[in-house]
């Protein structure tokens, strides 16, 4: 039990601390997320992958591993909810909602940072390319059930070439196989915008969190958080086996797994209209949750 409080404090506490502060900085100032989370989406985060990919960290094998890892985690455990859902004969919007909260986890926000503090720079790499993955999946099928009857998977697929990360990884992946360097005065500003987005986003995390909404809807809540926080990890090492994955990569993968519901999916409640006040409150009672399920997992992982 001491070993699981250690755990917590050197890797869970500093996450929650920090997002405490703009949980804070929201309440007694009125700061809106949508200013800091646009300036981490179109600067921080296309900076961080950048880096991580042009590190020498990750070869071409690796990141495609992590890419097929990636999707069929997230793949799979939509198909298993949305068989659930349709058991439980749910109406489409509360369906649509339980999709959203369960496939998509913080892994931004919430796993990348988790994954730097209890595995460092390599599982950090590993947990970046599972991050892209994630984001193209929401920007896709995200918006394409959030939008279900209202817009084509055109309409959704073009809204992918607006996600700056996207672009990050292939101005990466071209200066790695070319052997390129950035100029040094380019490469030290992408270097401190990098360093500066992990911070970012456990603050934005809080910022977030304080605008969340309450639902009453507990059956849901509650479902959709043992599926986001105890099926999906217990999923992703089955998988992680399956795919032989090894060493940092099966830490970082597994880990992003197992984070809580994406802010992001209150983003795509609110504008579609699909059960924001169910979405954000999964959003804010599984972050809460978190720590019950991943602590125990980083002891497994051999944090």
């Given at each position: 039990?001491?070993?699981?409080?250690?755990?917590?404090?050197?890797?869970?506490?500093?996450?929650?601390?920090?997002?405490?502060?703009?949980?804070?900085?929201?309440?007694?100032?009125?700061?809106?997320?949508?200013?800091?989370s646009r300036i981490t989406f179109y600067?921080?985060?296309?900076?961080?992958?950048?880096?991580?990919?042009?590190?020498?960290?990750?070869?071409?094998?690796?990141?495609?591993?992590?890419?097929?890892?990636?999707?069929?985690?997230?793949?799979?455990?939509?198909?298993?909810?949305?068989?659930?859902?349709?058991?439980?004969?749910?109406?489409?919007?509360?369906?649509?909602?339980?999709?959203?909260?369960?496939?998509?986890?913080?892994?931004?926000?919430?796993?990348?940072?988790?994954?730097?503090?209890?595995?460092?720079?390599?599982?950090?790499?590993?947990?970046?390319?599972?991050?892209?993955?994630?984001?193209?999946?929401?920007?896709?099928?995200?918006?394409?059930?959030?939008?279900?009857?209202?817009?084509?998977?055109?309409?959704?697929?073009?809204?992918?070439?607006?996600?700056?990360?996207?672009?990050?990884?292939?101005?990466?992946?071209?200066?790695?196989?070319?052997?390129?360097?950035?100029?040094?005065?380019?490469?030290?500003?992408?270097?401190?915008?990098?360093?500066?987005?992990?911070?970012?986003?456990?603050?934005?995390?809080?910022?977030?969190?304080?605008?969340?909404?309450?639902?009453?809807?507990?059956?849901?809540?509650?479902?959709?958080?043992?599926?986001?926080?105890?099926?999906?990890?217990?999923?992703?090492?089955?998988?992680?086996?399956?795919?032989?994955?090894?060493?940092?990569?099966?830490?970082?993968?597994?880990?992003?797994?197992?984070?809580?519901?994406?802010?992001?999916?209150?983003?795509?409640?609110?504008?579609?209209?699909?059960?924001?006040?169910?979405?954000?409150?999964?959003?804010?009672?599984?972050?809460?949750?978190?720590?019950?399920?991943i602590t125990p997992l980083l002891a497994?992982?051999?944090?």
């Amino acid at each position: 039990m001491r070993d699981l409080f250690v755990l917590f404090i050197n890797n869970l506490l500093p996450i929650f601390l920090a997002a405490g502060a703009g949980f804070l900085v929201a309440r007694y100032l009125g700061v809106s997320p949508r200013a800091v989370s646009r300036i981490t989406f179109y600067i921080f985060s296309p900076c961080l992958i950048f880096t991580l990919l042009t590190s020498g960290q990750l070869n071409g094998d690796d990141i495609m591993q992590m890419v097929v890892y990636a999707s069929a985690s997230i793949l799979l455990l939509g198909a298993i909810t949305g068989l659930i859902a349709f058991a439980l004969r749910l109406k489409r919007s509360i369906m649509v909602a339980l999709l959203l909260t369960v496939m998509f986890g913080n892994v931004g926000n919430f796993g990348l940072s988790l994954n730097f503090f209890a595995f460092g720079d390599s599982a950090l790499a590993y947990a970046s390319i599972y991050f892209v993955t994630s984001a193209t999946l929401v920007y896709t099928l995200g918006v394409v059930l959030a939008s279900w009857g209202k817009t084509n998977l055109r309409t959704a697929l073009l809204g992918v070439l607006k996600v700056p990360v996207i672009y990050a990884v292939i101005i990466a992946l071209i200066f790695n196989w070319s052997n390129w360097e950035l100029p040094l005065p380019i490469d030290r500003t992408v270097s401190l915008l990098s360093d500066a987005t992990i911070p970012v986003m456990i603050v934005l995390l809080g910022i977030q969190l304080y605008y969340s909404k309450v639902s009453k809807d507990i059956l849901t809540v509650g479902l959709s958080n043992f599926l986001r926080l105890v099926a999906s990890p217990i999923l992703a090492i089955g998988l992680a086996t399956f795919f032989n994955l090894q060493g940092s990569a099966y830490q970082a993968g597994v880990l992003e797994a197992a984070v809580p519901t994406a802010v992001l999916t209150t983003v795509l409640a609110t504008e579609y209209n699909i059960e924001p006040a169910l979405v954000t409150t999964t959003v804010f009672t599984s972050t809460l949750l978190s720590p019950l399920t991943i602590t125990p997992l980083l002891a497994f992982l051999g944090a």
